[in-house]
DNA sequence: CTTATAATACTTGTATACAAGTATCCTTGT
DNA sequence: ACAAGGATACTTGTATACAAGTATTATAAG
């Protein structure tokens, strides 16, 4: 069937992860990329086959993909769900709240060593971006949210994170990798946003926090993710789509 | 070692569960209900052979526990963490931020039909008071803001609630059951703090919304968990306990 | 008596085997 | 030709087996 050889997900990321880990970072990309359609039953049978593993990590990934809802498990096989503009609206929906929330914690914290963090994020983010490098650039997006979120320590915030990242990871990841080929300018505007970000976390100036988060967002999410990705999804997969519900 | 032998889970609920649902919910239940003490170290072969079962339920189970953050996989052994005190503040900030955004929802929704199925639930509960059932009531309560979340159709927001309903489910569960015994009038203010949030929904109304949630929050999971629960937990799995950090 | 090294008894992760259940398809009877 | 029922080829869930790695312990040497 689909001989999709080549691994979407960098292989660095997952130098000592497990098989299943592997499997459902993998699986995701391809899902959320489009490379496997929406709809597609799974078989871990057959995935078992196909990456060349038993069925133990195959089912410790699907379970992992359906706790992020791009799959649902059924009775006889796993559907695939893939992204809906929808849901990427609804993820939208989810950083803005956690986000919003954690600079409200932050504001009532020291919050030195974060920034010098961040900083230092945004340098390696640089350098991302001075060799073409946009997994490093993606990942390096990723963790610079992360860190602000486990600043405030608290774990539950932090779950809530950690049940999104790997769905935005994908997501940036692919973004990234379409935007650094042409639109190479959008990569300044978005380091520009973060030092924003940086900023605002100094001063605990929560308008100018929101207003680098909706930047942030829009620049980032919206304009790049659900548009271009949204397109680029389609593209990559096949040549044409038709869907309109 | 500890012949725990009776179940703390209702098993009514776990009917066509599968083994490893079983566990996870068995688990959880002896870990918030502190049976099981925070530190303690799990061995998936030691919990295999306890509840008579191999090692793929346990290992699934777990893997549960630990995404809702009251277990950690480590090298070796999980180790269980818990609930702090501090963790059941950050359920409720949780919880706050869910439905405070679920109602934004609600008030541009049509909900007739939801404040139907929130009627029925609670004549379910009233009924379950007067037959002192403290898990149905337990288990509607938790249904209750359950088809509160589920009525906005958001994905996601469901995503943060099917992540932290089993935790929930455990504090209330144990919550209700201590109470029915003595505290009998509060489950008569519970049911009208219920009432009032169907109030707020049907009316739309964003003051009384927050009041009731307030009230809700205030008496079932503070008045009632934190404190009461808290100390339960420590009567009911040992005698005394020494713990002041 | 202390320290270093090796053996042992754990641990997790993965593979494989088996049982029970369900959909599909083919056969058979009308 | 068509409907009904049974065989077959799937599916999941669970059990067991195996491999690789780690901590602990015991033993032996200094």
Redesign the interface.
Known sequence: MTETKEFLYPEKSLSKASAGDRVACELRMRIISGVIESGTILSENKLAADFAVSRSPIR?AL?ILA???IIRLERMGAVVSGLTEK?IH??Y??RL?IET?VFERLIKMETKQLSRELSKILEMMKVAIKYRDADEFALQDVLFHETIIRSIN????L??WD??KPVMECLILLSMRLRIKEEYEDFTRVIRNHEIYIEAIESKDRELMLESLHLNFDDVQVQGTVDDLWMSQQMLAKGAVQEND
């Open positions: 410790e379970k706790s992020e809802n849901e609804e993820i929906d989810v709240l929330f608290h774990s539950h915030m779950m809530i049940n999104l």
